[in-house]
């Protein structure tokens, strides 16, 4: 290629500025001299001109194919029905037929979900695809989508490129969904009470209304038909603190695009508005200030403590007006009021017929629909006058055996004890014998049921639990605890202890023995399965899409078993393992690539037709086969797409080999001579004007 390059002998400023005098000066000659004037404008403008040194150049160029950007849409939307295999199909068509254009390089960029509920980026992941590409080489933009993206520019100005931008569109326009929407979902709930929760069924291609089933805690309390496209409430009961997991599922369509968006999970964190706990001592003793003490530390405890300072069979010469004892409140506590308590706890209780047996079986009836109860037993358990011979006998763990243990002892933690939560993994545990101090007394019982956790003195059993119907009993065969609270022989972790077994009496989630756990950093799961038994059952993982997954688990630690898995979506998924339920969210928990599943021809539309090029779909209603338009490369026609036909325009990019320049001047040798002629052509016109 030939062309005419300069590189002027003076700064280029200083060679317009004589440029503009050369001009100025001219102008003046003709005024005054006329057409005599031209001699002298010709020999000023050979002298600009030598100094602009002009040369010829010749280059030597390479022709280089033009590029042809192909991205390719891998995000969650295009998983949906058989829209991952169109795009396989559309890929391999693509890559054919740009093999019989010679002068066309197809450049692939995949484009996937970038874990920050951007939703679909395909220019974003065009920009960062062709970085190395300038803006001339580019001939044509291929997009293969459902036609969901979620970055489109405002205008075609800001694409950075002229090059037209066809799309082709994977999905069928007779898709059929339904999806359910959360309209309103609370956050948190008092316990005990219920909240409500609005939602409403959305559907394309439906019949109008569904069944929506509603669970807690992956157990089916409702079933309800409500109309497509109008709210709809539900009334939920929180039933215990921590999470309770709330999941709202429409009944799928026939055909229907996708079910990972026809359910909704509200997990709502379930809050004690006070946590109410009757400490009931039978007799001042060193061990009622360490319950107190422990019980009055936890703000969110409303406690009731009541010491038996007089029995009622105790007689003596004190005035009665002089006592200042107040009665003990029986009938208020319970029969009244049982039912407000979270909590009842029995400390070195004795049968002093105070309490009457009516009210044994009203604490009976308390712990067996749902209520606890703590027996903290001393040396009255073992007599005659135990709790054990009262009416509470058929939910006491324990009967004693009349044996009294006194001699010191290190409480151990059973086998069944390493696999409890409320036992498992306590301080001072992992060394044998456990380093903590001696306890000095143990009462002799026989389990009837229940997991001992704790054993003492003879192994005799110290600490056992038991569930009972919907509640929960424990029994502390020593009222020695407090030797720990003390400091005695260096203590004792008698607060993880006796906090946890009050939270497990209260059924606090984080302490259940039977437990599904999953959480969540980035795309691996970890699974947690808290149980009591040796081995446990694979659990069922399923993604948002509805694959499904067997997950085997390992032993990670006495009672918990584990797995870490790495998730191919984003989205809700669901953990099950028989009759437990657990959920964790990939990524964000609604994500918008299942918020609008629907392909779309019109958003990229304005986009496409701005730079010239086309949407299009790739299968129509009913269709099994997909239609590919034929590409062809247009030079001179300003239209780039036609009804079986997309057109690329090709570009004259090269690359430059080598380049020779030629001088068209002499330099300052040539100007020298200019100069000289010049001033012989003024003399020469002064000598004949004279």
Known sequence: MLSIGFSPLIP????????????????LAFVSRGFLAALRALALGLILLALAN??????????????????????????????????DQVKAELQRRFGGLANVEPRFIEAGDD??????????????????????????????????????PSSADSLGFKAPIHALITGRPDERDRQIKLLEAPRFGIVGKDQTIRAEVMERGGTGSALVTIRRDGQIFNRQMVKADTPFSVQVRIEHGGPNVIELEVEGLPDELTLANNRAVVPIEGIREKLRVLL????????????RNLLKSDANVDLVHFTILRPLEKQDATPINELSLIAFPTREL?????????????????NQTILPAAYFDNIVRYVREGGALLVGAGPEFAGYDSLAQTRLSPIIPGIPDGRIVERPYKAAITATGTRHPVTRELPGSETQPPSWGDWLRIIGAQVRSG????????????????REEKGRVALLLSDHAWLWARGYQDGGPHLDLLRRLAHWLMKEPALEEEALRASAAG????????????????????????????????????????????????????????????????????????????????????????????????????????TIPRILEIRSSSRLAGSDWIGVKPSDSAIVRGVTVIPMALGFLGLLLLVGTTLAAWV?????QA
């Open 54 to 87: 002009p040369s010829l150049v010749q280059e030597e160029r390479e022709k280089v194919k033009d590029i042809v950007a192909v991205v390719i849409d891998r995000t969650t939307s295009q998983t949906l029905g058989d829209r991952q295999a169109m795009t």
């Open 334 to 350: 319970f029969q009244q009021k049982i039912k407000d308590f979270d909590l009842i706890i029995f400390d070195r209780y004795a």
């Open 684 to 688: 020469a016109e002064g000598r004949r």
């Open 12 to 27: 280029t400023y200083a060679l317009w500025s004589l440029a503009a005098v050369v001009a100025m000066l001219t102008v």
């Open 451 to 466: 997991d001992t956790v704790m054993s003492g003195a003879n192994d005799l059993p110290l600490l056992v639990l038991r």
């Open 115 to 152: 874990g920050s509920d951007g939703g679909t980026r395909l220019f974003a992941a065009l920009s960062n695809g062709l970085a190395d590409v300038p803006p001339d080489r580019l001939v044509g933009v291929i997009l293969v989508t459902d036609g969901v993206v979620h970055d489109i």
């Open 280 to 291: 009931v001592s039978g007799e001042p003793n060193a061990g009622e200030r360490t319950w």
């Open 523 to 626: 795309r691996d799961i970890r699974i947690e399965r808290q149980t009591m038994k040796d081995t446990v059952d694979p659990v069922t993982l399923i993604a948002p899409s509805g694959t499904q997954s067997t997950i085997t688990l390992r032993p990670d630690k006495p009672g918990l078993f584990s797995a870490q898995v790495q998730s191919h979506e984003t989205g809700l998924h669901t953990l099950r393992s028989g009759d437990l339920v657990a959920f964790v969210s990939v990524g964000p928990a609604n994500p918008r690539e299942l918020t609008d599943v629907f392909s779309n021809t019109e958003l990229l539309r304005p986009i496409a037709e701005a730079n010239g090029g086309s949407v299009r779909r790739v299968a129509m209603a009913g269709e099994k086969s997909i």
